[in-house]
T-cell receptor, first 113, second 113 residues
Framework: DAGVIQSPRHEVTEMGQEVTLRCKPI?????LFWYRQTMMRGLELLIY????????DSGMPEDRFSAKMPNASFSTLKIQPSEPRDSAVYFC???????????FGDGTRLSIL | GNSVTQMEGPVTLSEEAFLTINCTYT??????LFWYVQYPGEGLQLLLK?????DKGSNKGFEATYRKETTSFHLEKGSVQVSDSAVYFC????????????FGQGTILTVHP
């Protein structure tokens, strides 16, 4: 079975530009999570979807960040406008049942110049 | 709230040495406990899990026992290999709410030949 697929793997862009990160969860999984990983703050949960509905977005840093899940097989995380402090590795994870392990993608390494 | 504390790294060992990475937690409910491993340039992979007190999770020679009385879930391996070099994360998932994962800060392990 294919795992969680994220694209792009790497993104380098200038500050002020719009950035869109993409995620395809494992088929049949009904929960999806977006995380951000930095050296200073470790792994932070940004937003959680269940059955395509955002349930907890308390970790979204500010209004520049938005996430959507239009269907069960696709989600996006958008940053507009981007800033250098948004540079991090962004992970998507999916899960089939509460309390079961989450399965992570390989991440998108984002650099904002 | 929930929290996970891991021993500070980095940890550097010689091949075939014994490994212990300490993990303690604070949780409001009866959590499930996990160890995840992250190899360079990759996402997190589940290493092992335990869902109730006194359970022992094991995988690839790694073990951890869920100790409710000491609120601990220490990771051990009897003989490490160079290929075990990675970052290890302890995490908990609380049954209250949607089973949100709370991660420790991660411990970098380097194994030398």
């Amino acid at each position: 079975d294919a795992g969680v697929i994220q694209s792009p793997r790497h993104e380098v862009t200038e500050m002020g530009q719009e950035v869109t990160l993409r995620c395809k969860p494992i088929s049949g999984h009904n929960s999806l999570f977006w995380y951000r990983q930095t050296m200073m703050r470790g792994l932070e949960l940004l937003i959680y979807f269940n059955n395509n509905v955002p349930i907890d977005d308390s970790g979204m840093p500010e209004d520049r960040f938005s996430a959507k899940m239009p269907n069960a097989s696709f989600s996006t995380l958008k940053i507009q406008p981007s800033e250098p402090r948004d540079s991090a590795v962004y992970f998507c994870a999916s899960q089939n049942e509460i309390m079961e392990p989450q399965h992570f993608g390989d991440g998108t390494r984002l650099s904002i110049l | 709230g929930n929290s996970v504390t891991q021993m500070e790294g980095p940890v550097t060992l010689s091949e075939e040495a014994f490994l212990t990475i300490n993990c303690t937690y604070t949780a409001t409910g009866y959590p499930s406990l996990f160890w995840y491993v992250q190899y360079p340039g990759e996402g997190l992979q589940l290493l092992l899990k335990a869902t109730k007190a006194d359970d022992k999770g094991s995988n690839k020679g790694f073990e951890a026992t869920y100790r409710k009385e000491t609120t601990s879930f220490h990771l051990e391996k009897g003989s490490v290999q160079v290929s075990d070099s990675a970052v290890y994360f302890c995490a908990l998932s609380d049954r209250i709410g949607y089973g949100k994962l709370t991660f420790g800060q991660g411990t970098i392990l380097t194994v030398h030949p």
